[in-house]
């Protein structure tokens, strides 16, 4: 099976701009959850996606947004984008999520704000 | 704030040796994971152990969970080059469905 996959692997923008990151997960795994990483605050989660819909969001501000496909590949939008936004997305998949499970990570997305 | 914190921060040993890290948290959960991050890659998972568990194995690695403690640890025994990584401990608490990752543990492993 193919591990999941995030695309880009790499981007640079500008304060302002917005960025969508992409997601795949593993073939059958339904749950999508994100987490954006940064030297200073860790890993901190952003939302968990299942069957389409929204099943728990962190403490991130409107501007973070996401969504998942029927076939279970996400996207997450930035908008406005801002210097302290620069980090590490990761993308995680599981069965059926709901902290019980395993996740299998993407290798991420590293996002650079200028 | 983050569910977990690690202990040490970093910690730096020679191959061969053993190698251990705790984690402590805060509210009651139903499980902890262990998983490890080489140098801006993803995450993979290494043991997974429920709140009704007190240890696991698997391989080089032992969990232990110490729920009245509210503190893991996680041991690599006979270290290699090779596991020079940072791990992450992570819990998913009762009330919730979530992980919620621990600050990490940055090993060294010295040839």
């Known amino acids: 099976k193919a591990g999941v996959t995030q695309t880009p692997r790499y981007l640079i923008k500008t304060r302002g701009q917005q960025v969508t990151l992409s997601c795949s997960p593993i073939?059958?795994?339904?749950?999508v959850s994100w987490y954006q990483q940064t030297p200073g605050q860790g890993l901190q989660f952003l939302f968990e996606y299942f069957s389409e819909t929204q099943r728990n969001k962190g403490n991130f501000p409107g501007r973070f947004s996401g969504r998942q496909f029927s076939n279970s590949r996400s996207e997450m939008n930035v908008s406005t984008l801002e210097l302290g936004d620069s980090a590490l997305y990761l993308c995680?998949?599981?069965?059926?999520?709901?902290?019980?499970?395993?996740?299998?990570f993407g290798s991420g997305t590293q996002l650079s704000v200028l | 704030s983050q569910q977990g914190e690690e202990d040490p921060q970093a910690l730096s040993i020679q191959e061969g040796e053993n190698a251990t890290m705790n984690c402590s948290y805060k509210?009651?959960?139903?499980?902890l994971q262990w998983y490890r991050q080489n140098s801006g890659r993803g995450l993979v998972h290494l043991i997974l152990i429920r709140s009704n568990e007190r240890e696991k194995h698997s391989g080089r690695l032992r969990v232990t969970l110490d729920t009245s403690k509210k503190s893991s640890s996680l041991l690599i025994t006979a270290s290699r080059a090779a596991d020079t990584a940072s791990y992450f401990c992570?819990?998913?608490?009762?009330?919730?469905?979530?992980?919620?990752f621990g600050e990490g543990t940055q090993l060294t492993v010295n040839p």
């Open positions: 992570a819990t998913t608490q009762t009330s919730g469905s979530r992980l919620t």
């Open positions: 995680a998949s599981s069965l059926e999520g709901g902290g019980d499970e395993k996740l299998f």
């Open positions: 073939s059958g795994h339904r749950s």
């Open positions: 509210t009651s959960i139903n499980n």
